[in-house]
């Protein structure tokens, strides 16, 4: 866990597009405060998505209902968060539709999601940053990915295999210390 005095709020947001048997779409997302891991979730989407930025567009939707109940959480305990949050994506046409007021017959079926999120980044309570994506955390919770990919983002969020036998040596030495 990183020890900083940051009450910075930020997510990754993804999703992969009709991954599914049944043409679902899965919704993943990780959130860290002061860079720090605390809530993540991969899950089906209920419906199918016409899009990869419909599918995104509903991950994005379910990242801001997060960022906005640890930004409420936070509040409550004292702490001040003065900062927009910040919410990665890799998907430019569902960052597009997050900022732009108007509304096409391609995005009516998705509305409800686009005003919610409309509503706070207009509020300047959450930005929607472009991640490469190769650096989009969140792309462990969609796929499966290659082991170096995996290696490298479970890194990245700051996990730790507890049953790495490169541990017992620490604690072999610090045993022997002790002595």
Request: net charge neutral; hydrophobic share 35%.
């Given at each position: 866990?990183?020890?900083?005095?940051?009450?910075?709020?930020?997510?990754?947001?993804?999703?992969?597009?009709?991954?599914?048997?049944?043409?679902?779409?899965?919704?993943?997302?990780?959130?860290?405060?002061?860079?720090?891991?605390?809530?993540?979730?991969?899950?089906?989407?209920?419906?199918?998505?016409?899009?990869?930025?419909?599918?995104?567009?509903?991950?994005?939707?379910?990242?801001?209902?997060?960022?906005?109940?640890?930004?409420?959480?936070?509040?409550?305990?004292?702490?001040?968060?003065?900062?927009?949050?910040?919410?990665?994506?890799d998907n430019n046409a569902a960052r597009h539709i997050a900022?732009?007021?108007?509304?096409?017959?391609?995005?009516?079926?998705?509305?409800v999601d686009c005003h919610f999120i409309r509503e706070k980044?207009?509020?300047?309570?959450?930005?929607?940053?472009?991640?490469?994506?190769?650096?989009?955390?969140?792309?462990?919770?969609?796929?499966?990915?290659?082991?170096?990919?995996?290696?490298?983002?479970?890194?990245?969020?700051?996990?730790?295999?507890?049953?790495?036998?490169?541990?017992?040596?620490?604690v072999e030495n610090r045993d022997s210390l002790e002595d």
């Amino acid at each position: 866990m990183k020890n900083n005095k940051s009450n910075e709020v930020c997510g990754y947001s993804d999703a992969d597009w009709a991954g599914s048997f049944d043409r679902k779409s899965t919704t993943g997302y990780c959130t860290f405060v002061g860079g720090n891991l605390v809530t993540w979730k991969s899950k089906k989407q209920n419906v199918v998505a016409r899009s990869s930025a419909e599918a995104e567009y509903r991950a994005m939707a379910s990242t801001a209902s997060e960022l906005t109940w640890i930004k409420q959480l936070l509040e409550e305990l004292n702490f001040k968060i003065d900062k927009p949050m910040k919410m990665f994506c890799d998907n430019n046409a569902a960052r597009h539709i997050a900022s732009n007021a108007v509304f096409h017959e391609r995005t009516k079926h998705i509305e409800v999601d686009c005003h919610f999120i409309r509503e706070k980044v207009q509020a300047k309570e959450i930005e929607t940053p472009y991640v490469k994506s190769q650096d989009q955390l969140a792309d462990i919770f969609t796929k499966g990915l290659i082991p170096r990919a995996f290696e490298e983002i479970t890194n990245k969020l700051g996990l730790t295999d507890i049953y790495n036998p490169s541990l017992r040596g620490s604690v072999e030495n610090r045993d022997s210390l002790e002595d």
